[in-house]
């Protein structure tokens, strides 16, 4: 099928609020359920590009729907080139600037375009982007927040089973002790063969991450030590990192390829995990995929599996994706994960095709 003159007819958003099949405790606070603006990006060939937005709460939803809205109105009409549609709606927003819900709304339409125009290409969104699907080497990151060390133990083995050989545990505890405890329960429960990673989710000041990822260093075992302060510290990051054996992951806060460049220039961290909604969705990804590349560094992803199997399936340091389950409820056909890897769909797209049940179920 040719795409040519497919065009924008307008933006169907539906709020709906998913709740999670393994809540999460961590040392930023709970996660029970998931809050998403679902989109539907419609184009006069009547095929629809579909994406979502996370928005981290109810009260997050209402500022996020306007942005969509107005934004749906100055790309009517225009043809689904994703790339145009970036540049105009950065120079729109240019004064009000590019970051947090701003980019999260771009992000969205960004992603459903290029699955509409994958769509009428009739090719998978890896393809469209050069590459192949295939499968990708995965981390199971559902559960195993801050909670009592013989539950951890027990949801590691679960997760194991879910067709996964590495898995992420939350730290941050108020006692360094503490976090000691329940990384010995995890690595007891999964065996040496498991890799493991953990993540603070900022918990930390740079002294103190320092004096516990030594710690951890001398415990070993760990694939990374994630987000161990302020995500937008890249100093404090880059002294963290020089200071530890362990390495220091972060990238899901990054606003943009834009600030990505800033944290490398900075030396903050020895790997990158970019979220596909902050980094500017599938134009933002190849971007910063580019980036990893030209520093050395291998590049993984931050929640949103759907779309992120296709960009780390085309993205030359790829590393491990983020697999979570938290949309799958509203989700038409799940991921499919086999011997540690999601395979990526072979659909036309991204695959993505929704629930209607079920999103009536839970719609806000």
Not at 181 to 202: E, Y
Request: charged share 20%.
């Amino acid at each position: 099928m040719k795409n040519s003159g497919l065009a924008i007819e307008g933006l169907r958003l539906r709020p709906v609020e998913v709740p999670m099949r393994l809540p999460l405790q961590t040392a930023s606070g709970q996660v029970a359920s998931a809050t998403l603006v679902l989109i539907d990006l419609q184009t006069n060939a009547g095929i629809t590009g579909r994406s979502y937005v996370l928005a981290y709460g109810r009260h997050n939803l209402r500022p996020i729907v306007a942005l969509l809205e107005a934004m749906a109105e100055m790309i009517a009409g225009d043809p689904v080139a994703p790339f145009d549609i970036e540049r105009k709606l950065r120079g729109r927003y240019a004064l009000l600037g590019v970051h947090n819900i701003v980019l999260f709304a771009m992000s969205g339409i960004d992603v459903a375009a290029w699955d509409a125009l994958a769509q009428s290409l009739g090719q998978p969104l890896a393809t469209v982007l050069g590459g192949a699907p295939r499968p990708v080497r995965a981390y199971n990151s559902n559960g195993l927040g801050i909670a009592p060390h013989r539950a951890l133990a027990k949801q590691a083995q679960s997760l194991m089973d879910e067709g996964f050989d590495a898995v992420k545990l939350r730290l941050g505890r108020a006692d360094a002790k503490d976090d000691l405890a329940a990384l010995r329960a995890v690595k007891k429960a999964i065996g040496p063969a498991v890799t493991l990673m953990c993540d603070f989710n900022q918990a930390l000041t740079v002294n103190d991450a320092i004096l516990r990822g030594r710690m951890l260093d001398d415990e070993g075992g760990l694939h990374w030590i994630e987000e161990p302060t302020r995500a937008d510290d890249f100093e404090g990051n880059g002294r963290i990192a020089d200071a530890l054996e362990t390495p220091v992951q972060i990238g899901e806060n990054f606003m943009g390829p834009e600030q990505m460049a800033q944290s490398l220039a900075a030396g903050a961290s020895d790997y990158v995990m970019p979220d596909a909604q902050r980094i500017g969705g599938v134009t933002g990804w190849m971007r910063a995929a580019a980036l990893a590349q030209g520093a050395g560094l291998e590049m993984s992803s931050h929640l949103f599996p759907e779309v992120s199997c296709h960009l780390l399936s085309v993205t030359p340091t790829c590393h491990w994706l983020e697999y979570v389950d938290w949309a799958q409820p509203v989700m038409a056909e799940p991921l499919v994960v086999k011997k540690g890897h999601v395979l990526v769909p072979s659909a036309p797209g991204t695959g993505v095709a929704w629930d209607e049940k079920a999103v009536k179920k839970y719609a806000i």
